[in-house]
């Protein structure tokens, strides 16, 4: 037993830090929260003290893995919106997994301290390859989309190549159809990724005929078939949520529902389409559909947006406890790399391949890296950074 001593008046998020941790690096042992006057005699223990609480490390790891600072930011009115510089701290570090730093860092202190407090052999780090599948035809929504930023891109860096392609995204057609691609690729090196895909609920007013993907899973027999193959040859499919369903129960809901009728099993995975997060609704929303998210992420930087390498739980600070579901938190996304790192790009892949061998080397990792299906097309090209990430992992 370690005993963590503490005069806290509240130590729910102690007890949530402490429980990942526990489960992270899989401790053989129990601990058990006590006030700080208890004597336990020569049983392990640990201090968490309530005086100058804002410098504890425990705390500020809490801060970090529950993301408190973006929770305060979003009740207050200010969207988070899954972009780095709407978040308050400017001068954060995303490259950095503090917390899974700051979990090795304690493990290691304890064992040298107790020894016979044990942990299991550490596992082996997991790499999970994901597709948001956008889109499977070219489609009017997507050229005005692309074809903006690739002009606002030009605008800003001053970019004639830009420029051309902007308008050649506007006005070449290309083939979307890419399953092909990445199964051939996936099975070559033995990784078998996870498909998040659109179900279309409803007609669709300008913004969502705008923002959200336009096939509809539930009427074209092509893409059941397809996915219905995937699965039997060990890919997943999970739900790539509509964009106002992020803050939508029942929209959600209906999507998760008609996905699974289409494919024929259970989903039981989500991410959300442009990453939309919403922290009043979105995680208490898929606590009661998924196990599983894979939505905590930067739409426009690589890094560990809760800085953590590992499998975790989400925190509701409303209620003060953990959710149910687990995040496995996406640290690289194509976008990342080619939409807003143009003219960077090699410099954020050399980036992205530091960020993967930081979760190697820290065991008992896992995270996720994401390439939208339609980028190995040539209008994207992108596919290379992907199989260079693949390879290197």
Same mark, same amino acid.
């Given at each position: ?9 509240? =130590? ?48 500020? =790891? ?14 207050? %009115?200010?969207?988070? !919106? ?37 942990? *299991? ?15 499977? !035809? ?29 308008? +050649? ?55 059941? =078939? ?38 024929? =099993? ?5 991410? +959300? ?70 003219? *960077? ?8 391949? !530091? ?28 596919? %290379? ?9």
């Amino acid at each position: 037993m370690l005993y963590i001593k503490s005069n806290l008046s509240n =130590t729910n998020w102690l007890q949530y830090l402490m429980e990942e941790f526990c489960r992270i690096e899989q401790a053989e042992f129990e601990f058990q929260m006590v006030d700080i006057s208890l004597d336990t005699g020569d049983a392990p223990f640990i201090n968490v003290n309530r005086d100058r609480l804002e410098e504890n490390t425990f705390y500020l =790891t809490f801060l970090t893995l529950s993301r408190k600072e973006e929770y305060i930011r979003e009740i207050s %009115g200010k969207l988070i !919106k899954s972009y780095s510089h709407n978040h308050p701290d400017k001068n954060r570090d995303w490259s950095l997994p503090v917390v899974s730093q700051f979990f090795k860092k304690l493990k290691f202190e304890l064992q040298q301290t107790y020894p016979a407090l044990k942990f *299991k052999e550490e596992s082996k780090p997991i790499l999970e390859l994901s597709h948001d599948l956008d889109y499977i !035809k070219k489609t009017l929504p997507l050229r005005l989309k692309q074809s903006a930023f690739n002009l606002f891109n030009a605008i800003k860096y001053k970019s004639p190549n830009k420029l051309k392609k902007a308008f +050649q995204f506007l006005l070449m057609p290309s083939d979307y159809w890419c399953f092909d691609y990445w199964r051939k690729l996936e099975s070559e090196v033995n990784i078998k990724s996870i498909f998040y895909v659109y179900a279309k609920s409803r007609s669709a007013n300008f913004k969502q005929w705008l923002l959200d993907p336009s096939y509809n899973v539930s009427e074209n027999k092509s893409l059941q =078939t397809e996915l219905k193959d995937m699965i039997e040859n060990g890919w997943e499919i999970g739900l790539h949520g509509s964009f106002f369903s992020a803050n939508d129960e029942d929209q959600l809901r209906l999507e998760k529902k008609l996905l699974e009728k289409a494919i024929g =099993t259970k989903v039981t995975k989500t991410r +959300q389409h442009w990453l939309r997060y919403e922290e009043r609704s979105t995680p208490f929303i898929h606590e009661q559909l998924f196990e599983q998210d894979s939505s905590i992420a930067w739409n426009n930087k690589i890094g560990f947006r809760a800085g953590i390498a590992n499998k975790y739980r989400p925190y509701n600070h409303k209620e003060d406890r953990p959710f149910k579901h687990f995040i496995v938190p996406q640290i690289v996304m194509d976008s990342n790399i080619y939409d807003y790192g143009y003219g *960077k790009e090699g410099a954020i892949i050399n980036e992205s391949l !530091k960020l993967l061998e930081t979760c190697k080397s820290l065991g008992n990792s896992h995270v996720s890296i994401s390439w939208h299906p339609r980028t190995c097309s040539k209008d994207y090209n992108w596919q %290379g950074a992907y199989e260079k990430l693949v390879s290197a992992w």
